[in-house]
């Protein structure tokens, strides 16, 4: 089992450019996240999707839209990307939503906008 | 308010020496889920240890256990005969009900010595 993969694993964007970062996931699992890590701030959550079929936000959502896809793929888009969204994007997948779930990551991508 | 409150910024340890993490929480749910990471220099975030609100006994995982002292609202990470591998970032996580995130403190980074 791959667990949790992203791609790409970094990217430079200009102020203004558009892409899509993908996440999948092979645990079967019915729960994913989206989250952005910030020096000294830890992780927050950008958006999740509790089950196929449904997304929210989470406490960042703003400049950013999901997918997901199916119950494998879960992808995060910036439409038009700024500097202020430079970070380390993690995308988690749980069996559930639940608190009694943990949460698995997968390797992160490093984006940096210019 | 900081939902989770790692005091420590850094940590160092001998080699195969027992270390201490401290992990404070706030919450007025009485059902919750703790969780401990471990984020190497490679970036990854590896899940360690959960334990549950409603968990009478700490929970142990090979050489990581968890005292829990739920009265004073902390979840301490103990990790036992400390090794070279076991230097990186260290991240305490709550989870509440209702809410679908993982509130992350802002980490811990051990370094073992040799």
């Known amino acids: 089992n791959a667990g949790v993969t992203q791609t790409p694993k970094f990217q430079v964007l200009k102020t203004g450019q558009s892409m899509t970062l993908q996440c999948a996931q092979d645990?079967?699992?019915?729960?994913m996240y989206w989250y952005r890590q910030d020096p000294g701030m830890g992780l927050r959550l950008i958006y999740y999707?509790?089950?196929?079929?449904?997304?929210d936000k989470g406490e960042v959502p703003n400049g950013y839209n999901v997918s997901r896809l199916n119950k494998r793929e879960f992808s995060l888009r910036l439409e038009s990307a700024a500097p202020s969204q430079t970070s380390v994007y993690f995308c988690?997948?749980?069996?559930?939503?639940?608190?009694?779930?943990?949460?698995?990551f997968g390797p992160g991508t490093r984006l940096t906008v210019t | 308010a900081q939902k989770i409150t790692q005091t420590q910024p850094g940590m160092f340890v001998q080699e195969k020496e027992a270390v201490t993490l401290d992990c404070t929480y706030d919450?007025?749910?009485?059902?919750?889920?703790l969780f401990w990471y471990k984020q190497p220099s490679s970036g990854e975030m590896i899940f360690l240890i959960y334990?549950?609100?409603?968990?009478?006994q700490n929970a142990t995982e090979g050489r990581y256990s968890l005292n829990f002292q739920k009265a004073r609202k902390s979840a301490n990470l103990v990790i036992s005969a400390s090794q070279l591998g076991d230097s990186a970032m260290y991240f305490c996580?709550?989870?509440?009900?209702?809410?679908?995130?993982?509130?992350f403190g802002a980490g811990t980074r051990l370094t073992v010595k040799p």
């Open positions: 645990m079967n699992h019915n729960s």
């Open positions: 988690a997948s749980s069996e559930q939503d639940s608190q009694t779930y943990e949460q698995y």
């Open positions: 334990q549950g609100s409603y968990d009478e």
């Open positions: 996580a709550m989870r509440e009900p209702l809410r679908s995130d993982m509130r």
């Open positions: 919450t007025s749910d009485q059902s919750y889920g």
């Open positions: 999707s509790a089950s196929e079929g449904t997304t």
